[in-house]
């Protein structure tokens, strides 16, 4: 089993829609969850960071983290073509290290 | 707002030379990264930087791989021999640590396309 599983897409939805897009890992040491958003040959750029489980909210996007599920959510509201992007889902442990697992990302566009 | 630069933006070489990626992490940062990026694969950790010395890496870093931080500000990631499947975008990263709780924050440079022919 892969440690972090992410379904790579395309998604591609109208403007104006709610996106919903998730994770799921076997690592139950993972407590930092983080989503990148990824252009195309650009690097990752962080949009959300949640610590355990939880909800976290930041603007028009919710970040979700379920760990007795093992899953992690991003919702992104009122979507825009600006959205269009790549969106990994990343996660690490604690420790002096905290290497980040990254999903491989799923592919995303929004339609005007 | 801060942010984590890198240079060269693309860097050509041919297979056998030695190539070194340029990192300027974020200034108050104190853990540094190295990430590879293969084309259309996933992002992979390579190495972990603290305290002038490697913390942790993966096993794709092997003897061909080395990094630096030679001076204050800059961090570098040396490959001694490339093969052709070095290819990839490599990324540098960069995190505090703080007692606000957002210590595992790791901010990513726009990469270097490095090209091995």
């Known amino acids: 089993q892969k440690e972090v599983e992410q379904d790579p897409g395309p998604l591609s939805v109208p403007e104006g829609a709610i996106v919903s897009l998730n994770c799921t890992y076997s690592n139950s040491a993972f407590q930092y969850f983080m989503w990148y958003r990824q252009y195309s040959r650009k690097g990752p750029e962080l949009l959300m960071y949640?610590?355990?489980?939880g909800n976290k909210e930041d603007g028009r996007f919710t970040a979700q983290v379920d760990k007795s599920s093992k899953y992690i959510s991003l919702f992104i509201r009122d979507s825009q073509p600006s959205d269009s992007a790549t969106y990994l889902c990343a996660m690490s442990s604690y420790s002096s290290a905290s290497k980040i697992i990254f999903g491989s990302g799923t592919r995303l566009s929004i339609r005007p | 707002e801060p942010e984590v630069t890198q240079t060269p933006s693309h860097q050509v070489t041919q297979m056998g030379q030695e190539v070194i990626l340029r990192c300027v992490p974020i200034?108050?940062?104190?853990?540094f990264y190295w990430y590879r990026q293969i084309l259309g694969q996933k992002v992979e950790f390579l190495v972990s930087f603290y305290n002038n010395e490697i913390s942790e890496k993966s096993e794709i870093f092997d003897d061909q791989f080395s990094v630096e931080r030679p001076d204050g500000s800059n961090f570098t990631l040396k490959i001694r021999s490339t093969k052709l499947e070095d290819s990839a975008m490599y990324f540098c990263a960069s995190r505090a640590f703080d007692s606000s709780g957002r210590e595992n924050e790791q901010f990513f440079g726009p990469g270097t396309r490095l090209t091995v022919l």
């Open positions: 949640t610590y355990s489980s």
């Open positions: 200034s108050n940062h104190l853990y």
